[in-house]
């Protein structure tokens, strides 16, 4: 997840991860904390694949300004590419945006609006523009 939000080694902002918090909602949660910085649409897009019922608050001056819940739209566009070798879309030549159907949210079913064929959901992770 740290990955597809750009966030690695090599950066230098802190980064908290906890898992099975208790939550009187959900039963329990997990929680990632960002330091330093708030998310991009970007970045929301692909916390989107992998945690397609998540919220975001964002804090500013250790209160909250803005909560907001992530949604998985019924097509991802330009957020990964089609896992297929020979999809249009790994042409150079062919300029066309990334789009990836949602068949279904549970269990995530991702087809690509080109070709046609079901994502791996193991190999997209790779595929993040």
């Known amino acids: 997840v740290l990955d597809m939000l750009g966030i690695n080694k090599a950066s230098s902002v802190p980064v908290s991860m906890v898992m099975n918090v208790p939550s009187k909602k959900m039963g329990t949660k997990d929680i990632i904390k960002v330091e330093d910085r708030e998310l991009t649409q970007s970045e929301l897009n692909r916390l989107a694949l992998v945690a397609p019922d998540a919220h975001v608050a964002i804090i500013r001056a250790y209160s909250v300004a803005e909560k907001l819940t992530i ?29 990836l159907k949602v068949l279904s949210r549970e269990p995530l079913e991702l087809r690509c609006h080109y070709c046609g064929r079901p994502q791996d959901l193991e190999e997209l992770v790779h595929n993040v523009i």
């Open 71 to 99: 949604e998985l739209g019924h097509e991802v566009t330009n957020v990964v590419r089609c896992t297929f070798s020979n999809c249009i879309t790994t042409n150079l030549r062919e300029p066309l945006p990334h789009r």
